[in-house]
């Protein structure tokens, strides 16, 4: 029987690819990740990993390092090449320590909304503010999640892969808070819908190739209110992130979708456990059945400082998964 997982949002410490693969094969056995090492510099951050697929599919998507962050560039500079090569990397400690692995399996890339709204243009305003822009990352985007998915299969052909698309630049996106390179301004809000549409190609590309598909649009931090969780639920995702509002929890336990539970940085096994299931036991429902579809992972800040710090962490989400898998020495806490 499926039980609940531990598993990483994709932020490691570090910068060796064999050692993180090493950790995750430990700590995250029955649910990996690609790990992300972004003290390695430009390139190894999510959003020049991203570029760097992009600019694998179109030279136009390659960006270079600016003080204010990253620009477009229109050409594959040392930036790509370098993301490319980290990836490579990464991928292949990966596969080196999960041959013969079956099972869940997660890769994470930016989302065109919170990519565009980290990229600038050729003068200094995010790309986030063009419409058009933003329609080309999602068809570009696209076509990076059905190569993903292409090489994945080559790889580890018994994982079944989920594609994390990070947005945590949406909500304030769709709220008008992104202030302009003045930051005297904000750039106009995005319509949800339309930030629908340019996740769907997406989407559309996961489910032709037999890929999970889920977005974390908490940043990591922030947890979901009903209009949002309304917008991913049309996008049809495969995969929820921190979900608290009752009815719409109701909805997904029902449906048996996966649910990623993030564990607060100070909190210990048995609050995160109790937490979870007094939310479950409200809507009326047992905990076995949250539990098969069910990953614990620590928050970004908790499994990012240093490898002792992350085991910390990892250890505090496993005594929580632990506990929810055995449902009677739960009730006995």
């Known amino acids: 029987m499926t039980q609940a997982r531990v598993s990483g949002l994709g932020p490691v410490p570090g910068e060796s690819s064999s050692e993180a693969a090493h950790v995750i094969a430990g700590e995250c056995a029955l649910a990996p990740f690609v790990p992300i090492l972004p003290t390695r510099g430009p390139g190894a951050d999510s959003v020049g990993r991203t570029a760097g697929l992009l600019s694998k599919v179109s030279s136009e998507f390659g960006i270079v390092t600016v003080p204010t962050g990253w620009r477009l560039f229109g050409s594959q500079g040392k930036e790509m090449i370098r993301a490319r090569s980290f990836l490579s990397t990464d991928l292949d400690a990966l596969e080196e320590q999960f041959q013969g692995f079956t099972g869940p399996l997660t890769m994470s890339i930016v989302g065109p909304v919170s990519w565009a709204g980290a990229v600038e243009g050729a003068r200094g305003e995010k790309l986030i503010r063009d419409h058009g822009a933003l329609r080309d990352v999602s068809i570009a985007l696209s076509r990076v999640v059905a190569e993903t998915a292409l090489d994945f299969a080559r790889r580890i052909p018994g994982a079944l892969l989920t594609i994390q698309i990070d947005e945590p630049l949406v909500m304030p996106a769709t709220d008008g808070a992104i202030p302009t390179a003045s930051a005297l301004r904000t750039y106009v809000a995005l319509d949800r819908q339309f930030v629908a549409s340019l996740w769907d190609p997406l ?24 209009p949002y969780i309304s917008l991913l639920q049309a996008a049809g995702v495969t995969r ?33 456990a109790s937490d979870i299931a007094a939310r479950v036991n409200a809507l009326g429902f047992v905990i076995t059945d949250f539990t098969p579809g069910a990953i614990i992972v620590p928050s970004e800040n908790s499994s990012f400082g240093d490898w002792e710090q992350a085991r910390h962490a990892w250890n505090r989400a496993r005594a929580a998964v632990d506990l929810l898998n055995d449902p009677d020495r739960l009730v006995s806490r």
Do not use: M
């Open 240 to 272: 929820f992130y921190q979900i608290e509002a009752a009815k719409e929890l109701g909805e997904i336990i029902e449906s048996g979708t996966e649910t990623v539970w993030i564990a607060p940085p100070s909190a210990s096994g048995v609050h995160i």
């Open 203 to 226: 989407f559309t590309e996961a489910q032709l190739h037999g890929a999970g598909f889920g977005i974390n649009a908490t940043g990591g931090q922030v947890a979901l209110s009903d």
